[in-house]
């Protein structure tokens, strides 16, 4: 019993270092590329994220981005929120 | 950290007023739709605070200032990255496609936009993951629960020699901040006296045995050189220590039976108001404890000064974005593309017990709102979670337990019965939390399965019954899941593992569902089990591999990032190769298609 789980336990580690190398080439040239990203750029990645978000929000038809108040009927227009939350995002970034 | 009268009051009275207003607010429940849905009546404004609170738990509420104790700010991306944006993408794109379908659960929207196996394979997914996610969201809270009120069995080391106790940590396989140390008699006589421990284990250069006989008649001692420790050793004298007076099992037993009466009675109405309680006293707690800690140390900048004189260990306390090679797990890349992409998305365009709440919004303009003013509070969040640990190390710099930090921050700044407040705050979270799942459990399996495949017409009370049975089921299966991870501690990452399977997977489909028209069944089939599976190989391979295939110890936003995009390419591939659905079945389930 204890030779048939020794040799099952042998045959999984070599399959999976198989699927490792497989995917490892591949991965560490994916790394090899984030390593050289300079950290000020990659934040700027992320604003750039939300820059997008916001140019989207910014961009959407009026009747996607107005509610009316429930009780007061009154139109509320959602989209200052929005690009109030994006604009927070982006300073925090910048300052963080 | 010791609690006064004050403190036991406001917690008493926090979790009677809790429960009696969940009763109240159940007393209108008459159907399943009222009991699933809350009638779809929620306002916006509940539905955002019920978004917020239920995605910080009591765990992350000591984990997460315990993490930024050690690491710092980065912390803060969970909050801010992992759902500011993506709350405001959801208000405008994907929740109102949702909302528009009337449906109960994202599997029933799944079914809708794709066939029944996509349904009936999503609902399985989420039916079996959140009944033992609850088990583990209550067990690691009643630890945490324990941790702060000091409820662990405690040891008692009497030796001249402190180090001693880590080989007794070591030899008995109990956690170092559960022993308490003495180094005279008298002190150990007072120490005995005030923390109860269950065993105690004296050091023969201390004294002889027969004195500590007559001193400790009441409590099992043992009579050790420096010499004999070791592991046998530990495990043969541990069998000697008396039961402890409050077991863990009794916080899980406790807490369990608290929210399960409210949520039983109140369903999702229920739990979206007593998260608006939860959110306030959280909120509020927090926020005080930030300010409070920040007056203490003499203002911002004082607070910044010091935190910045400790040098290396604190370089990257007030940075957001860290290097790929960081010693910390937050690096950038998993950060922005892992977090971001895919885990952010799956969470709140994708987890059924986060969307379910803003399907019960009384119109589709309160469920857009609820989302955007969510994202508003979310902004807040770091300063009030993230925060108070960096807090925590300005005012303690040598805590061991950095889970302990908060605790520590709170016994240090705080009088007795403003504690109280914070451990509402702390007990806020966790009721959130677990009402969240354990309502949208039953709602998967009485509407995605029950309804679905054992009695698909019945009158609504009858759905309203079962409902309130499942809850009855899982809440008994979490507590009896608890019981089993208080002996499996690795349960806890083994769960978070599973999630990391199939969110990328979930998310996929539902993208695809909603932004490509030529997404159809048979693709959202092989993309959700292609996808699981493909993670499943990728953890499988890591843990097994002589080197792990990830450079990182917890892989899981890259497994679900590899996995999402896996199913992508899956799910086109297959529904380019399969007839497309027919225009009609697409008209409002597809985003500008009506």
């Given amino acids: 019993m204890i030779k048939i789980l020794t040799i099952t336990f042998s045959i999984s580690v070599s399959i999976a270092d198989t699927i490792a190398n497989f995917f490892r080439g591949p991965g560490q040239f994916l790394r090899d590329i984030l390593m050289s990203i300079d950290l000020t750029i990659a934040k700027l990645l992320f604003i750039l994220y939300f820059l997008a978000i916001a140019y989207w929000v910014y961009n959407l038809p009026k009747s996607e981005v107005t509610m009316d108040d429930v009780k007061s009927g009154k139109e509320i227009d959602l989209r200052p929120f929005a690009l109030f939350a994006m604009g927070s995002m982006i300073i925090i970034y910048l300052i963080f | ?594």
């Avoid at chain 2, 046998?232 to 007076?245: C, K, L, T, V, Y």
């Avoid at chain 2, 302990?404 to 959130?432: D, E, H």
């Fill in chain 2, 1 to 594: 950290m010791v609690l006064g009268p004050i403190d036991y009051t406001i917690i008493i009275v926090y979790l009677i007023g809790t429960v009696a207003f969940g009763a109240y607010i159940g007393r209108k429940i008459k159907s399943g739709k009222d009991y699933f849905l809350a009638g779809r009546s929620l306002p916006w404004w509940a539905i955002g605070m019920s978004l917020v609170v239920s995605d910080i738990g009591a765990i992350d509420m000591v984990g997460i200032a315990g993490s930024a104790y050690l690491y710092g700010i980065v912390l803060g991306n969970y909050d801010w990255l992992g759902s500011v944006p993506v709350m405001i993408i959801g208000a405008f794109l994907f929740i109102p496609m949702f909302w528009k379908r009337k449906v109960a659960t994202i599997p029933e929207w799944l079914g809708a936009r794709y066939n029944s196996s996509v349904q009936t394979t999503s609902a399985l997914i989420w039916g079996i993951y959140m009944p033992i996610s609850l088990g583990i969201i209550l067990y690691a809270s009643a630890v945490m629960l324990n941790v702060l009120l000091d409820l662990n069995p405690k040891i008692l080391v009497v030796s001249d020699e402190k180090a001693i106790v880590e080989n007794i940590a070591h030899a008995t396989s109990v956690k170092k901040y559960d022993f308490i140390y003495s180094d005279t008699v008298d002190d150990a006589v007072q120490k005995a006296n005030d923390r109860n421990p269950v065993i105690i284990f004296i050091d023969n250069r201390i004294g002889t045995s027969a004195d500590f006989q007559k001193l400790f008649q009441n409590i099992p001692f043992v009579y050790f050189s420096k010499e004999e420790v070791s592991p046998s050793w530990g495990e043969s004298n541990m069998h000697r220590a008396r039961e402890p007076d409050w077991n863990i099992f009794y916080s899980i037993v406790l807490m369990g039976l608290i929210i399960g009466v409210y949520t039983f009675l109140g369903g999702l109405r229920a739990v979206v108001y007593t998260d608006v309680i939860q959110c306030i006293v959280m909120l509020g707690g927090s926020l005080f404890v930030l300010f409070f800690g920040i007056y203490k140390l003499g203002g911002v900048t004082e607070f910044v000064d010091i935190i910045g004189a400790m040098g290396e260990r604190t370089k990257d306390h007030f940075s957001l974005v860290l290097p790929v090679d960081t010693k910390t797990p937050h690096p950038w890349s998993g950060i922005l593309f892992g977090l971001g992409i895919v885990l952010a998305n799956a969470y709140w365009l994708g987890n059924q017990a986060i969307v379910q709440r803003s399907l019960g919004a009384r119109s589709m303009a309160d469920a857009k709102a609820s989302y955007i003013f969510g994202a508003l509070l979310k902004i807040l969040i770091p300063f009030a979670m993230v925060i108070p640990g960096i807090v925590a190390l300005a005012h303690n710099p040598a805590i061991a337990d950095a889970d302990k930090a908060m605790a520590t921050l709170i016994k240090t700044i705080m009088p007795t019965g403003l504690l109280g407040i914070f451990f509402a705050a702390f007990l806020a979270g966790l009721m959130s939390s677990v009402d969240t799942y354990l309502n949208s459990a039953a709602t998967v399996w009485t509407t995605d399965l029950y309804k679905k495949f054992i009695r698909p017409v019945a009158d609504d009370t009858h759905y309203l019954f079962i409902g309130r049975l499942f809850t009855v089921v899982f809440i008994l299966v979490a507590i009896y899941v608890a019981r089993f991870a208080t002996r499996f501690e690795s349960i806890y990452d083994l769960a978070q593992t599973l999630l990391s399977f199939f969110q990328g997977p979930s998310l996929a489909i539902i993208v695809l569902g909603v932004l490509w028209k030529r997404a159809t069944g048979p693709g959202a089939l092989a993309g959700l089990i292609g996808g699981v599976a493909f993670s499943s190989l990728l953890m499988w391979v890591n843990n097994n591999a002589t080197i792990p295939l990830f450079q990182v110890s917890e892989p899981f936003l890259y497994v679900a990032l590899w996995s999402f995009m896996l199913s992508l390419m899956l799910t086109i591939v297959v529904s380019l190769c399969t007839k497309q659905e027919p225009d009609e079945k697409l008209k409002g389930l597809v985003y500008r298609y009506d």
